[in-house]
C-alpha cells in the first residue's frame, strides 16, 4: 500500500516524520514515498505542485500532508504561491469532502478560551465542500467603466456539486449523533438559495436525520455561545474555511485536530488543520498529534483499518493523560518526545 | 432635528420605545416621525422599504432602526423579504461604513462563554464595508452547459470603494489605540488581493497607524483565542458579518452591543446588532440597552452631541453597575423596567 508523503513548508516536516514512525511501528505493510510540495516545492523545483508530486499523489492510495505555506512566497505570482500546492491537490483529486472532526481532548480544559464547561461540550465535525464556491469560480483583475482597478471572484454551485456533500453530511451525521445543520447564507446569496434547495431535497433520502439551517453569522456567534449544540455542520468551501478553524480554537488545540479530503471514492488526502508556522519552524517546538491523528483518519477512512486507527487514537489520548505536552499544550516536550509518547503508549 | 423612527419586525418596536423614551428625557429639540419597515412593511404596504419608508430615511438627520426579520415571509420572493429593507437602506442612503464596537461591559463576565480574563481584555471597534462584496454583485440561478441549477453571485471591489473604507478604518484606528488589521483572503481572492493592494496605498497616509494583515479564518481563530489582540480591523462586507457576530458575542452580550452604518456625509442608520428575535416578540423580554447605546452612537457620530452620548453610556453602565438584567443577562427585567433603569441614572 503505497503511502504519499508530502510534507511541505516550515513546521511540515517535523511533525510527518513522527506520524510516520507511528504508522511505521504499527507494521501495516505501509510504503512511503516523499516529494516536495509547497515553497519548498518552488524552490526545488520551480512549481508548488511539480508534475512528479501530483503523480506521486495519483499512484498513492492515500496521501499525507503537512503544511504549506512561506512568508518569502507571498510575493510571487499567485499560481506559484505554496497555497495553489493544497489547492491544486483538491481540485485535480477531486477532494471535494473535507471532515474536519473537533473536540477538546480531556486534560487540555486549559488550553481553550472558551469557560471548561462550554469547551467540554465540543464534540462535532464540520463538513465543508473543497472543490467549488468562490475559491474556483472565473477570478482576476479588470478596470472598470470609470478606469478603477476591480478585483472580482465569482461564488457558484450547482445542484450536482451540492447534492453530494449533502450526502457526505448526512452520512456523516448518520454514523454520529443523527443531527446535522447546514449552513449558509441564503437571506443574502442566491448560491446559498441554491444550496438550501438542494440540501432539503438531498434530506428526503434522510428521514431519520434532524435537519437544520443557519445563517452564517449566526453560526459564527453560536460556535462560540455554545458550540456544544452542533453535531454535524455541513457548508460550503468559504463559510468551511472559516468556521472549521473557529471551530478547531473553540476546542483549544490547533495542534491537535486532524482532518481529511476525500474524493468520490474514499481516497483521501490528510493533514493537519494547522498551517506551516514558519516562527516555529526547524526548532523541534511543533505539536505532531494533529499530524498522528491525520494518520489514523487515514487508516479509517481510506485504507479500511478501523482497529489500528483506535490503537493510534487511544495511543494519543494516553499520552495526554499521562501529562505529556508539548509547549503549545503549556508544556516543555519537544515533537520528537511527543511523538515517542504517543508512540509507547500504541 | 428629524429623526426617523424604524421599528421593524419582532421586539424591534419594543426596544426602540425605550430608546426613543431615553432620547426624549434629555430634552435635545428631537423630532421623531416613525415608519414601518420589514416584514411590518410588506404586511402593511406590500413591499419591505416602501416609497414613504426611503422618503422619511432620506429626509432625516439620522435613523433610528430597531430590527428586520420575519420567519412568516422567508418563502416571499427575495425583493420582497425583510432583509432587502436594510440591504436597500445602506445601499440606496450610501452607508458604506459599519461602526460594531464590541467590549465586555464590567458585571457581565459570567454572560461570555470565554474565560473572564479572555472576555475582559475585549476593546474593539469592526470596521465594516457595506454597500459592495458578493452581497450587491450580479447574481441570479441559471442552467449550466449539463442542464444543472446553478446559483452564482459576484464578489467584487475596485480601488474606490476599498479605499473610502480603509480610510475609515485608519480615522477609527486614530481616534483609539492606533492599530488597524485589515481582514481578507488574499491567499485565494482576487478581490481580497485588491482590498490589500489599496489597504497598503491608503495607509502611507497614515504613518503612525500599525496596519497589520491578517486572513479571515485566522481572524476567525484569533478572535477566540485572544481577541483582546485586536484594536480596529477593517473589512469586507461578508466576511464583517461573519467577523462582528462573532466578536459581540465573544463580548457575551449580544443583546449590549451597538451599530452605526454611515454614508460619506457622516449621516448614519443606527441599530442593535442582534435580530428580531420573533421567540420573543411581544413579551417584554428583550434587552433594549443595544438600542439605547446606538441611539448613543448617533448622538456622537451624526449629531455632534457627545456629551448626551457620554451621560447615555455612563446611564447604561451605571444600571448595569446596580444590577438591572434582562433576561438575556441572567436578570428578570422586562424591557421597560431595564429601560427605566437608564432612565433613572441619566
Ligand atoms: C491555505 C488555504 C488556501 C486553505 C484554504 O483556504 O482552504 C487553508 O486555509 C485551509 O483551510 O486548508
Ligand atoms: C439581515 C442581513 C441581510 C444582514 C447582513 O447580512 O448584512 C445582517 O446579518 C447584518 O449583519 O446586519
Redesign the interface.
Known amino acids: 500500500t503505497l503511502i504519499a508523503l508530502l510534507p511541505g513548508d516550515g513546521i511540515g516536516p517535523e511533525v510527518i516524520a513522527e506520524a510516520r514512525r507511528v504508522l511505521e511501528a504499527l507494521d501495516l505493510g505501509l510504503v512511503f514515498e516523499k516529494a516536495p510540495v509547497g515553497g519548498a516545492a518552488y524552490r526545488a523545483a520551480g512549481h508548488p505542485l511539480p508534475p512528479a508530486t501530483l503523480d506521486l499523489a495519483r499512484r498513492a492510495e492515500a496521501i499525507l500532508f503537512g503544511a504549506v505555506g512561506d512568508p518569502e512566497c507571498d510575493r510571487l505570482e ?1 499560481a506559484l ?1 505554496p ?1 495553489q500546492a493544497i ?1 491544486g491537490l483538491r481540485k485535480e483529486l477531486g477532494l471535494f469532502a473535507n471532515l474536519r472532526p473537533a473536540r477538546l481532548f480531556p486534560g487540555l480544559e486549559d488550553a481553550s ?3 471548561p464547561e ?1 469547551a467540554g461540550a465540543i464534540d462535532m465535525v464540520i463538513v465543508r465542500e473543497l472543490n467549488g464556491d ?2 474556483f ?1 472565473e ?3 479588470r478596470t ?1 467603466a470609470g478606469g ?13 456539486e451540492v447534492r453530494r456533500i449533502a450526502h457526505a453530511g448526512f452520512r456523516t451525521a448518520e454514523a454520529r449523533r443523527g443531527r446535522l445543520c447546514s449552513v449558509d ?1 441564503a ?9 438550501r434547495d ?1 440540501v432539503i431535497e438531498v434530506s428526503a433520502e434522510y428521514p431519520d436525520i434532524e435537519l437544520t439551517h443557519m445563517y ?3 453560526a ?7 458550540p456544544g449544540q452542533f453535531d454535524v455542520i455541513v457548508t460550503g468551501n ?2 468551511g ?6 471551530a ?3 476546542a483549544g488545540s ?1 495542534g491537535m485536530l486532524p482532518s481529511a479530503a476525500l474524493n468520490a471514492e474514499a481516497k483521501g488526502l490528510y493533514e493537519p488543520i494547522h498551517g506551516s508556522a514558519p516562527d516555529i519552524a526547524g526548532q523541534g517546538r511543533a505539536n505532531p498529534c494533529a499530524t498522528i491523528l491525520s494518520a489514523a483518519m487515514m487508516l479509517r477512512h481510506t485504507l479500511d483499518r478501523a482497529e489500528a486507527a483506535d490503537r493510534i487514537e487511544n495511543a494519543v489520548t494516553a499520552a495526554l493523560k499521562a501529562g505529556a505536552r508539548t509547549p503549545d499544550l503549556g508544556g516543555t516536550l519537544s515533537t520528537a518526545a511527543m511523538g515517542e509518547a504517543v508512540l509507547a503508549r500504541l
Chains 1, 2 share one sequence.
Do not use: H, P
Not at 150 to 156: A, C, P, V
Not at 220 to 226: G, H, I, S
Not at 241 to 246: A, E, K
Open positions: 499567485r504561491r497555497e489547492l478560551a472558551l469557560k462550554v468562490v475559491y469560480g477570478k482576476g483583475m472598470t478603477l482597478r476591480e478585483g472580482y471572484d465569482l461564488m457558484s454551485y450547482n445542484e450536482a447564507k437571506n443574502v446569496l442566491e448560491t446559498s438559495q441554491l444550496w438542494v452564517v453569522d449566526n459564527a456567534m453560536q460556535l462560540v455561545r455554545n468559504l463559510f474555511d472559516i468556521l472549521s478553524d473557529q478547531s480554537m473553540c490547533i
